[in-house]
């Protein structure tokens, strides 16, 4: 593969071989980024700490209801939120899992934490999460209140969610780069041997050619899901 790349034959190549040859570089180097998955996360634990973090502010340590094993609890609600995280569910959905988990923690004894992160009055969040329990009406003010909460909930995780995804896409790039450039220069020495020395700059090239191919498998699986899903509610 990486013979095709070097001076000495590259003029009796067309385009599409060269970049066959880069492509073929390019899903050697996503695989073996991608087989670090199987390793608790490997490369798609990068940027679940801004989403841990934005979490971590709505929702706090204890709640007071309940115990620290208890679905609603904070370290349930990450694990929930990883689990999605690294098996790479839309977008989307994750952020409507997110805001249901928050919504579940709002009670007394957390409405003063919510409302300082989200920048309501903690007062009416309270009087809020107890007709809620209760099912009763809100008055207008509280249902403008709650509209603010619910809007300020959806921005920081859209804030978490796109640092977290941002952090993902360039970790894995980085890493497909030190993968790719050194799969070239060990696939060069192996066919030059001691010659390789005069082929290292063209295989250090082709192997930045091919890093970008390494972040494309976590956007397929993602878009295919959400047409799988949509598609079952075309047959409905």
């Known amino acids: 593969m990486l013979q095709a790349l070097t001076p000495s034959v590259a003029s009796d190549l067309d385009l599409s071989k060269i970049v066959l040859a880069i492509g073929g570089l390019g899903t050697a180097a996503y695989g073996l980024v991608d087989i670090t998955k199987s390793m608790g996360g490997g490369i798609s634990n ?5 989403i841990k973090k934005i979490i971590s502010q709505l929702i706090p340590a204890s709640s007071g209801e309940g115990d620290a094993a208890s679905a609603r609890a904070l370290p349930s609600v990450l694990a929930t939120l990883r689990a999605n995280w690294l098996n790479g569910m839309a977008m989307a959905d994750q ?4 805001k249901a988990l ?3 923690n709002l009670n007394a004894n957390s409405a003063a934490v919510m409302a300082a992160a989200t920048g309501v009055n903690a007062t009416m969040l309270g009087q809020i999460s107890a007709k809620l329990v209760t099912q009763q009406s809100l008055e207008p003010a509280e249902t ?8 300020s909930v959806s921005a920081l995780l859209d804030q978490g969610y796109q640092r977290a995804d941002q952090r993902y896409r360039n970790s894995a790039k980085i890493a497909a780069v030190f993968v790719s450039v050194l799969l070239a220069l060990v696939g060069t020495w192996t066919i030059y041997g001691n010659e390789a020395h005069g082929h290292y700059g063209v295989a250090f090239i082709a192997g930045l050619l091919a890093t970008p191919l390494a972040p494309v498998a976590k956007d397929l699986s993602s ?4 047409g799988a899903k949509a598609a079952q509610s075309w047959k409905r």
């Open 223 to 226: 878009a295919i899901q959400a």
């Open 102 to 104: 928050i919504k579940l």
């Open 95 to 98: 952020k409507s899992v997110a």
């Open 144 to 151: 403008d209140v709650y509209g603010r909460f619910d809007l």
């Open 46 to 50: 990068r940027g679940f700490g801004d």
